[in-house]
């Protein structure tokens, strides 16, 4: 054999054996004879990434899909999909209810990979060590911003496996009780942007997926250049930030929202780095979707996500819902638009201030009545992914929800339950492509997220061989939400899934979640022994922007890229 065939063989081996060692055990060969794990039969199978749509049969073994053919296949357990869809497993972005309870609901909601990415966590090998062969979804975090800005400005120590929703409404309490919420309102000098910048690197470090930020809620203490600093943390990995951008949902000049995207979208452009945009659902979202389009066209990788609701969710507290803002700058009257779902009522102007004083942390509903015109065009946008935004899993006394609490006890937005279930019957009341809603709900968000890398994601939101065994099955005639904003029906579950797979796992039988089936999977990057942190200081940008090499030129800026 010519050498150059030895080396490339020795190669492919060297690359399947490292996919191996990422992912776990890859896809078994399937033979007319092989019983599978779990046969799905005569379902329409439907793969957004290849067009595939047809009738056919698929096996799964080991947590893989392992065949798709129509001729006839066994398996130890056999799903009839006659009249169904089988689709691969909905990814959500922005799933902040990761308790059992949430994951419970979201699992009867089609999503099969459930991931924080904008509040996110610190201690990131904790977190991920104290989830292991504990859910029942795939689970993955980015490193949060706002809690390492609480560290330095609030002096909270932030340390375990939990810092993370739901408790960040506590963290937020505990920020302020000296009357500041530092990491909201204080300007960092750059000794402290340093630290909370190696604080990020450090969660990269140990496999976040990336950088959350809320700078939305601390647009005040953040400056453009720590945001700048937090978005080239993550590029040095060539990781993505994910983004609650500066003027999240304000529709006023100079603060309108396309503003905010304008700042996180050249930051990610000159840095060459991936970003996500935290739901581009309200003013200006047509601008801020056409410029995310034309940089995409450039070879950037850049996606923003939407949740199908004409409401919001955030804490009493929150900077949003001040009257400069909500009543000044968005022109909006308490009464009609801001609802406490544990008191079942909307709130008066001074309802919402004392709320705010005696109790920042409580959740709240926020009605955008814009959005009614909007939601339909949403539905149809190219690489606009769909994220639930799914809040903390609570009653109506504020008390956590159980894994098996009855779905009317939960108190707090319905996008909590019936997202998914809910662009599917929008979209077929209105006409949209079923492969066009199953690319936002599953390919879109799986391809951005692994096209940084993440080898996870690369065979996630596919529904082809040899892709993992994720696998979201449903009836395109019936599925529907049924969670309203009415007390008792806010966390309701939505029908017409009857199946799911996670890792090639039933976790949804006969629209019943499987109750201790547990086979979700870790989405991370491998830990790397080194951190990336280089500091910011003003020696180094003068030696970097100002100095003149021997030839005359300005020196090579790449070193700083580093």
């Not at 073994?61 to 009249?83: C, L, Q, Y």
């Not at 810092?163 to 530092?182: H, K, L, Q, T, Y």
């Not at 850049?302 to 507290?317: D, E, I, K, L, Q």
């Not at 339909?376 to 903390?392: C, E, N, Q, R």
Request: with cysteine.
């Amino acid at each position: 054999m010519a050498m150059w065939k030895v080396a490339l063989s020795l190669a492919l081996i060297a690359a399947v054996a490292l996919v191996a060692v990422t992912l776990g055990a890859g896809p078994a060969e399937g033979g007319e004879d092989t019983t599978y794990d779990v046969v799905i039969l005569g379902g329409r199978v439907m793969d957004p990434e290849t067009g595939f749509d047809a009738v056919a049969n698929v096996g799964v073994s080991g947590g893989w899909i392992v065949r798709i053919t129509e001729r006839e296949i066994r398996g130890k357990e056999t799903i009839d999909a006659k009249g169904l869809v089988v689709a691969p497993g909905f990814v959500d972005l922005e799933q902040h209810g990761l308790s059992a309870w949430g994951i419970k609901t979201n699992l009867r909601d089609g999503a099969t990979t459930q991931m924080d990415f904008e509040i996110g966590a610190l201690d990131i090998d904790e977190w991920y060590a104290a989830r292991a062969g504990k859910l029942q979804a795939n689970y993955g975090t980015v490193v949060g911003q706002e809690f390492a800005r609480m560290r330095i400005h609030d002096g909270l120590a932030l340390e375990g496996p939990d810092i993370s929703m739901p408790r960040f409404a506590d963290f937020r309490v505990a920020a302020g009780e000296d009357g500041v919420n530092g990491w909201s309102v204080t300007r960092s000098t750059t000794e402290q942007m340093n630290e909370i910048t190696a604080i990020l690197d450090e969660g990269l470090r140990q496999g976040a997926i990336g950088i959350g930020s809320t700078v939305g809620y601390a647009q005040m203490g953040i400056t453009t250049y720590e945001m700048f600093e937090a978005q080239r943390a993550a590029a040095r990995y060539g990781r993505l930030t994910s983004v609650h951008h500066r003027f999240h949902p304000s529709a006023a000049t100079p603060t309108e929202g396309p503003t905010g995207v304008n700042e996180i979208l050249v930051n990610a452009m000159v840095l060459k780095a991936p970003l996500q945009i935290h739901h581009d659902n309200d003013y200006g979202w047509w601008e801020n979707e056409e410029k995310l389009a034309m940089a995409r066209a450039q070879g950037h990788n850049v996606w923003a996500t939407y949740y199908p609701w004409t409401a919001g969710s955030g804490n009493a507290g929150a900077t949003i819902l001040e009257p400069d803002t909500w009543e000044k700058a968005m022109g909006y009257k308490y009464e009609e638009t801001v609802y406490d779902p544990q008191k079942d009522k909307f709130l008066t102007r001074e309802e919402l201030l004392e709320l705010a004083k005696t109790d920042p942390g409580h959740i709240l509903i926020a009605f955008s009545p814009p959005r009614k015109e909007w939601l339909p065009l949403w539905l149809k946008v190219a690489h606009f992914t769909v994220a639930s935004d799914s809040m903390p899993s609570l009653d109506g006394k504020g008390n956590p929800l159980k894994w098996d609490s009855p779905f009317e006890d939960y108190a707090g937005h319905p996008r909590s339950a019936g997202s998914h279930a809910k662009i599917l019957r929008i979209g077929r009341e209105t006409g949209v492509p079923l492969m066009h809603s199953l690319s936002q709900l599953a390919y879109w968000p799986a391809l951005h997220v692994g096209d940084t890398g993440l080898k996870a994601m690369q065979v996630r939101g596919r529904l082809q061989e040899g892709m993992v065994a994720d696998i979201t099955i449903f009836d395109p005639k019936t599925v529907t939400e049924h969670a309203t904003y009415k007390t008792g029906q806010q966390g309701l579950a939505s029908t017409g899934i009857p199946w799911v797979l996670v890792f090639g796992t039933i976790v949804v039988k006969d629209s019943t979640v499987v109750k201790g089936v547990l086979p979700g999977q870790p989405i991370r990057f491998p830990v790397e022994e080194k951190g990336r942190f280089v500091p910011a200081t003003k020696e180094l940008w003068l030696e970097t922007h100002t100095a003149i090499d021997d030839c005359g030129c300005h020196a090579d800026i790449e070193h700083i890229k580093k």
